[in-house]
């Protein structure tokens, strides 16, 4: 194995985040790799359906960035 042999594990790495519910808010385990969702996520709450392979939304800021 050479020196970028751990470039591979880290890309293949899956994180478990929470994300909240559009419909009622409650949390949602999803499973994340890349920035996509690797699987489709149920709430247990009201049933809403987060489908897989959609990137995650970007939150941008409230407020623009002042023009000079």
């Known amino acids: 194995m050479g020196v970028l042999s751990g470039c591979f594990d880290a890309r293949n790495m899956v994180e ?7 419909r009622c808010g409650a949390p ?3 499973f994340i790799r ?22 995650l939304e970007v939150l941008s800021p409230k407020d623009p960035p002042s023009q000079p």
Do not use: M, Q
């Open 16 to 22: 478990i985040a929470e994300e909240p519910c559009p």
């Open 28 to 30: 949602i385990e999803v």
């Open 34 to 55: 890349d920035g996509r969702r690797i699987n489709d996520s149920t709430c247990d709450h009201c049933g809403f359906l987060l489908p897989e392979e959609e990137p």
